[in-house]
């Protein structure tokens, strides 16, 4: 319910232009973006791996509304896996890439243009040993998105996808795409949904999460347990076994750092997924809808300023 209506004021264009102009927004921001250029996302992965952590990388932008704008984004994530190469950070870690910052959704060739796109990116970043998976947005796109990972898979077998506890159809979707090797992040969603597709009720989406998890940990696919929730963590230590081999827990850069770092620690393979670039809005939002506390501290961080 707190979620919904925060995402619902983010989406008014009036809210976004305050928040995003105001110098007042920025200590909050960064606590949950990396920064905004190619150069300091390269300082935060040094650092995150000093601390025995990998990334997955996230050139913040969605729901372009001019084709152009894909090249554009593209060009970015180029440029990102060049510079990781150059700079012996490319081994190992992954690009996340929204479809929705491909042109997905502009006109009935969006999606085959968002997949030629995604394709020229994953030829890309494979060739520098640099992994892809798709993130997954609401819940109208979830058949497209797991289209484009068909035909990205058919040449790039570990091209991995996001699916989302709280829809409905995901124990189907798990169970199609759970085989050998498949790499599946499971989240809760971060989207606010209608009842005719997903859980309304926090409760519903956390068993979810488990049921799917649970299929994850008996199939041969590779689970990418992707939540701070620390009853799941629990369960995923005990039914993915054993630590560190054929399966991931991952988190969002900024969120419960001690948690990451105790589960390295223990010998589990943490990914942290660190969002860069200028169009952060999106994301931020997402991150303020998911906890109370957060609208709190950032409502507070402007009013005392
Ligand atoms: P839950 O929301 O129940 O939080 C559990 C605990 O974690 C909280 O009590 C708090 O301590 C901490 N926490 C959670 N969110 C926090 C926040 N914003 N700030 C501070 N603390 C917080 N979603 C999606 O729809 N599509 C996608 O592609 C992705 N991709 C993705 C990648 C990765 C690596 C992660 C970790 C998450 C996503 N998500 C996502 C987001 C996901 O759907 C979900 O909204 C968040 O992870 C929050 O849900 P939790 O599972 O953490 O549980």
């Not at 232009?17 to 390269?42: H, K, N, Q, Y």
């Not at 797991?146 to 409905?168: I, K, N, S, W, Y």
């Not at 620390?230 to 991931?248: C, D, F």
């Not at 990451?260 to 943490?270: N, S, Y």
Request: net charge negative.
């Amino acid at each position: 319910m707190f979620g919904r209506m925060v995402l619902a004021v983010a989406g008014n264009p009036a809210v976004r232009t305050t928040v995003t102009a105001s110098p007042l927004s920025r200590p909050v921001v960064s606590r949950f973006i990396a920064g905004e250029d190619v150069e300091s996302v390269l300082a935060s992965i040094k650092a995150l791996h000093d601390d025995g952590l990998r990334v997955t990388l996230d050139h913040l932008g969605e729901d372009i509304t001019d084709a152009a704008q894909a090249q554009v984004t593209v060009g970015a994530y180029r440029v990102l896996i060049n510079r990781l190469a150059d700079a012996g950070l490319a081994d190992g870690n992954e690009i996340s890439v929204k479809l929705s910052a491909l042109g997905q959704s502009l006109g009935a060739e969006g999606p085959a243009r968002a997949t030629e796109a995604v394709w020229d990116l994953a030829a890309h970043a494979y060739r520098h040993g640099v992994d892809v998976t798709l993130d997954m947005e609401d819940h109208t796109t979830v058949d497209d998105t797991l289209e484009t990972l068909r035909t990205l898979r058919a040449d790039f077998p570990r091209a991995g996808c996001v699916l989302q506890a709280m829809l409905h159809r995901t124990e189907g979707d798990v169970r199609e795409l759970a085989v050998d090797g498949s790499r599946i992040r499971l989240v809760k969603g971060a989207y606010a949904e209608p009842a005719s597709v997903a859980y309304q009720v926090k409760a519903d989406v956390d068993r979810a999460y488990v049921r799917n998890l649970r299929i994850l940990a008996e199939s041969p696919a590779y689970p990418m347990v992707a939540t701070h929730d620390p009853r799941i963590i629990r369960i995923a230590e005990q039914v993915l076994t054993p630590a560190g081999s054929e399966s991931e827990f991952q988190m969002l850069y900024g969120i419960r750092t001690g948690e990451q770092l105790r589960l390295a620690d223990a010998g589990h393979t943490v990914r942290v997924y660190v969002p860069y670039g200028t169009d952060w809005y999106g994301y931020f939002s997402r991150r303020l809808a998911e906890r109370p506390a957060n609208m709190g501290f950032f409502l507070r961080s402007l009013v005392s300023a």
